[in-house]
């Protein structure tokens, strides 16, 4: 492989220390294909590639690639987690209140931390996690729709 060639997933797992199996594999191109996809949405897209996995082999793999950084793990208040393959860059969410939807926005102000708090009490801040939340366009569209 020359350095002008995209490393393979399979190559990627290997570079964060982790055993290649089909599930794995598997799995990270599943997350990467999706748009912030639940468990369920994750086991059902591995299943159709490699075959049968239980939910706690998706569970399993799925802390293991967060853990080595290959996937994010987003929790909404209120909303199951979801899993994205956009890591190591600085980027938040935008969460519909009505039908869940997510989608990633870039963060306004520059590199990470976005957010300078105003007070770190002595922390050394290399994250900030901002949630907008509010209606996407087509619960907003059915929202004003109702109302007339």
């Known amino acids: 492989m020359t350095s002008s060639e995209p490393a393979t997933t399979a190559e990627e797992l290997r570079g964060a220390g982790l055993r290649v199996t089909a599930a794995r594999v598997a799995l990270l ?14 086991a059902s897209g591995v299943r159709t590639r490699v075959g049968h996995i239980t939910l706690q082999a998706v569970y399993d793999a799925l802390h293991a690639l967060t853990a080595a950084g290959l996937v994010r793990r987003l929790e909404p208040p209120g909303s199951p987690a979801r899993f994205e393959g956009r890591v190591g860059d600085n980027h938040h969410h935008l969460v519909c209140r009505s039908c869940g939807a997510v989608a990633d926005v870039d963060c306004a102000v520059g590199h990470a931390p976005c957010l300078t708090a105003s007070d770190d009490r002595g922390f050394a801040v290399d994250e900030a996690e901002v949630i907008y939340w509010g209606l996407c366009p087509s619960c907003s569209a059915r929202s004003t729709a109702g109302s007339s």
């Open 29 to 42: 191109e599943t997350v990467r294909a999706g748009d912030h996809l639940d468990v369920e949405a994750i």
